[in-house]
């Protein structure tokens, strides 16, 4: 073929992508900083599960659209290596890489490039089909994705075309040993009359080549104006993706006088932000199973992350400018040029506070995204702003905020009434629970939480515990009046500095009291000791009550257990902070099962894409005035179980659910315990108390 | 426009109160403080006029030594600066009219803005008494307050109304619940407060004598509330009114 117009192709071909890359990623340097080189190793490891691997792609819901993206991604990846092959005999004819020779690879590439070549179609097919006839609601439907697919099914059949008409001009070319694919359209060709003498044949093979290349080179320039960038941005931002437990928020640096206090500003967050937002790829995994999407409500995690997507376009020439000032004048001249923005503001602006205070901070969308962007880390960054700088939030908020200020609990109630429940226990026959004041060498501090100890209907959940730690002989205290909130709930609704001042609290108590293992109830209480606590530089030892019931129960320590009281089958709800933050899904369901007489149902959606109940993300302390009710919503998912009894382990779910259960009137026809509750009413050992 | 506003460290009322076994006061050992909430609302009406119009928002605290805790809260809702007269325990309410008249000597402030009382005595005393020491006039119980020039229009809700009335300034004001609701400070405020000033007097340097003329003899929690009683007609209903009530 023609050198010179290929080496024009190449030149314009890839000046204009440096350009675009550029373009994009430049500005990304005024962001901030963000550490994403340590631990290379088990970066790489995520690269080749979720990458290479594609580990998000199967999952239950979803394996027919997962098929259609690996064929597409695979067979990209092998048949990339023939277009830099087709490049080269643009100057070169017969050009390969080295040991794709005749003698090497070369047979064994061909045969997989057909291979491969008939997957990408069939993927492209498969995907067609989907958006055109399945049309599944968590997508974006725009014809962009169609011309998409439309664009890579065209290369594929010019490089067919390439290599069929290559097989008719050179009738003895030894590839044809094992391209099945090329042999084919050989004798397609064959058939239709066509001969290596005839020019038809020789124009068709510069169609194929052309065409290939054109193709090729007008998508890679594509790539960056569209959601197809995902193919530059994906395998990078797998590798730098963030290695924290997906629980956890991170720590904000109060001592330091440059940190800002949240993201107000679209550089405000940091550049790995900005290259997720490039690398989504409107798949809405992530809204498939989000309560707020789903009731209604203005926030849909793939919307967010384009919204962000689309600002950060639009401020793209001004960040240019500043990035380059930075380079050449340093960081206040970059800082200065930022100051002239006077396009809409990021946090309250392109996105709404609605769309801020809907998100329950559930993590469906977190844990269920292939390219693991942090929607949640987002959110929470921005609340972070509205929040601690401007002061901007729901007006329920201020009551909450208040209340764990001055009484270390979201309802404000009195903090010298947090110990009530232990006379409630001991009015019940139990022993007293010892304080660590009375008791310097214990085991375990049983952590009771704010819901624990204030709520009247969760209190019994409290009280059940403490009671089947005693009768198993545990040895351990509670806090009484000296409890503080473990601050989850101030960190979720962005109020870190709040947080913080509880959390440092804590952490000097447990240090004086010596607390090293720590049993909670509540899954919030759990996460934040164990995946939150760690960034203060302390780490303990956290236990949930479900294993701790499930290996006292393992251990014989509860003594044999009397049939289950309620009827009807039962039912676990997994809580977020439990199953997918923590991917605790088998104790609890081993304990309902060690019960006898209870028939375990499972919800549609469980385990990894169990559905919020809404009360997290200090959602519990909002109202919720936009569309319908997320608990409304996850109660009837639980009764379309048939289930009479909702078993569950977290003290929001246990309210929320309840509330639902009494809105809708079935407080008759369908209960709500906590797995402490069922295991406490089947103890024979208790005889004697009640 | 120079205000001064009053605020005083209080136990905070959403704890349970208990009283010492002996009756002399309240038991303050796990008891939790905060500001005075009708000062938070004193100090929002003061910052917001400051926003309006300018000048300056000065905090004095009087009580011991924990009491700039509350000022600094005061300060990190916006005001410029403060000032701590520390009397070591709290003094009746003449003693801090008398010290508040003292202050307003060497603070010369256009207004000076208070809660209408403590929440933990329920005195409603300091407005009152210090507008009769300096001869000023005062505007109590304040749920509206326009500052136009030299004067300021308050209004205030009465039992069947709304009075407004006009005061010369410099007044004295004393802020109701439904004034206004107070900010929650932000951030970078709380940061920039912990580097204002908070000037250190005692009663000694202004000339006071805080010995108490309001001495608190004995104190007793009030009997606790007994459940209802369902009664079987309205005739028995009326003659319980009567004879056991006796409220009719």
């Known amino acids: 073929m023609n050198p010179f117009l290929t080496a024009i192709l190449l030149i314009v071909g890839f000046g204009l992508l440096a350009w675009s890359l550029a373009r994009r990623f430049l500005p990304l340097t005024v962001m901030q900083q963000d550490i994403r080189w340590d631990a290379p190793l088990p970066r790489a490891g995520d690269v080749i599960k979720y990458g290479l691997g594609q580990f998000r792609f199967l999952q239950r819901f979803e394996w027919f659209h997962g098929l259609a993206h690996i064929l597409i991604f695979w067979g990209a990846l092998v048949v990339t290596i023939n277009t830099i092959h087709v490049i080269g005999r643009g100057f070169v004819p017969g050009w390969h890489l080295p040991f794709f020779g005749h003698d090497h690879l070369g047979p064994a590439y061909a045969f997989a490039k057909d291979l491969f070549t008939l997957a990408v179609m069939t993927g492209c097919g498969l995907a067609f089909y989907n958006r055109v006839f399945n049309r599944p609601a968590r997508m974006l439907h725009t014809p962009e994705a169609l011309i998409i697919l439309v664009w890579i099914f065209s290369m594929m059949l010019m490089d067919w075309l390439y290599s069929s008409t290559l097989f008719v001009l050179v009738p003895d070319h030894p590839e044809q040993q094992t391209s099945f694919l090329g042999v084919l359209g050989r004798e397609m060709l064959a058939a239709s009359g066509l001969t290596a003498a005839d020019p038809m044949t020789a124009r068709l093979h510069a169609v194929g080549f052309w065409g290939h290349l054109l193709l090729a080179f007008s998508f890679l320039n594509y790539l960056p104006y569209c959601k197809q960038f995902h193919e530059v941005t994906s395998l990078p931002a797998l590798f730098l ?125 977190i844990t269920n995204c292939p390219l693991m962007i942090e929607h949640v880390d987002h959110i929470i960054d921005l609340r972070r702003y509205l929040v601690q700088v401007e002061s901007r939030f729901p007006k329920e908020l201020r009551q909450t905020f208040k209340g764990f200020e001055n009484m270390s609990n979201p309802w404000g109630l009195a903090s010298n009434t947090r110990g009530d429940w232990m006379a409630a226990l001991s009015e019940t026959g139990a022993p007293a629970v010892p304080h660590p004041e009375n008791k310097p060498r214990f085991d375990y501090l049983f952590y009771v939480g704010c819901a624990g100890s204030f709520d009247d209907r969760y209190r019994k959940t409290t009280m059940a515990t403490a009671r089947l730690l005693q009768a198993a002989g545990v040895d351990f205290v509670c806090l009484g009046n000296d409890e503080m909130c473990c601050g989850e709930t101030a960190r979720r609704a962005g109020n870190e500095y709040l947080a913080q001042h509880l959390i440092n609290f804590n952490l000097e108590m447990f240090d004086t009291m010596g607390v090293k293992k720590i049993i909670t109830a509540c899954p919030h209480c759990f996460n934040t000791f164990k995946n939150e606590y760690p960034q203060f530089g302390k780490t303990f030892e956290v236990i949930h009550h479900t294993e701790m019931i499930r290996d006292l129960i393992g251990k014989g320590a509860l003594g044999p257990l009397r049939s289950f009281a309620g009827n009807g089958p039962v039912v676990f709800h997994d809580p977020c902070y439990l199953g997918r933050y923590n991917r605790i899904y088998d104790a609890p369901r081993e304990i309902a099962q060690c019960v006898p007489g209870v028939r375990l149902v499972e919800a549609e959606r469980r385990k990894r894409i169990s559905f919020c109940c809404g009360g997290g993300g200090a959602r519990m302390w909002m109202e919720e005035n936009i569309g319908t009710r997320i608990n409304a919503e996850r109660c009837d998912q639980l009764r379309a179980t048939g289930a009479k009894t909702i078993a569950t382990a977290c003290p929001y779910c246990m309210i929320m659910l309840d509330d639902a259960i009494k809105d809708k009137g079935l407080a008759d026809e369908i209960k709500i315990m906590d797995l402490a509750q069922m295991v406490d009413a089947a103890m024979v050992k208790h005889k004697k108390h009640k | 426009m120079k205000i001064l506003v009053a605020a005083k460290r209080v136990t905070d009322p959403d704890m349970v109160i208990k009283v010492k076994p002996d009756g002399s006061g309240i038991e303050l050992s796990s008891m939790s403080f905060k500001m005075n909430p009708f000062d938070e609302i004193a100090i929002e009406e003061a910052l917001r006029i400051k926003e309006d119009k300018g000048g300056e928002v000065v905090v004095a605290g009087i009580g011991g030594d924990k009491t700039p805790t509350e000022i600094r809260y005061g300060l990190s809702m916006g005001a410029d600066r403060g000032i701590h007269v520390n009397t070591g325990v709290d003094p009746d309410s003449d003693a801090v009219a008398r010290i508040l008249a003292k202050l307003l000597e060497m603070e010369t402030p256009d207004l000076v803005f208070l809660g209408k009382q403590a929440i933990d005595v329920d005195d409603n005393q300091v407005a009152q008494l210090l507008a009769e020491y300096l001869g000023w006039p005062q505007a109590c119980f304040a749920s509206r307050v326009d500052i136009e020039g030299n004067k300021a229009r308050v209004a ?70 007994k459940g209802g009683r369902l009664v079987a007609d309205v005739a028995e209903l009326v003659k319980l009114l009567r004879e056991e009530a006796r409220v009719i």
Not at chain 1, 261 to 268: A, L, P, S, Y
């Open chain 2, 156 to 225: 205030r809700e009465v039992d069947g109304g709304i009075e407004v009335k006009e005061i010369d300034l410099p007044g004295i004001i004393s802020a109701d619940l439904r004034l206004n609701e107070p900010r929650y400070p932000a951030l970078p405020a709380i940061m920039k407060a912990k580097k204002k000033e908070i000037k250190q007097v005692t009663p000694a340097d202004l000339g006071v004598d805080i010995t108490p003329k309001v001495v608190i003899r004995k104190m007793a929690e009030p009997p606790r509330r």
């Open chain 1, 241 to 365: 993706r963030s290695r924290k437990p997906a629980g956890t928020l991170a720590r904000q640096d109060f001592e330091d006088e440059d940190a800002i206090f949240g993201v107000g500003k679209i550089e405000e967050f940091s550049w790995k932000r900005g290259l997720d937002m490039y690398s989504c790829a409107e798949c809405g995994r992530c809204q498939a199973n989000c309560p707020a999407h789903l009731t209604g409500k203005p926030l849909s995690p793939m919307r967010l992350i384009m919204d962000e997507r689309e600002h950060l376009k639009d401020k793209t020439p001004l960040m240019w400018r500043a990035a380059l000032a930075r380079r050449r004048e340093g960081p206040e001249a970059s800082a200065a040029l930022l100051e002239q923005w006077e396009g809409p503001a990021l946090a309250g602006g392109v996105i709404e506070e609605d769309v801020i205070w809907s998100c329950t901070t559930c993590g469906h969308c």
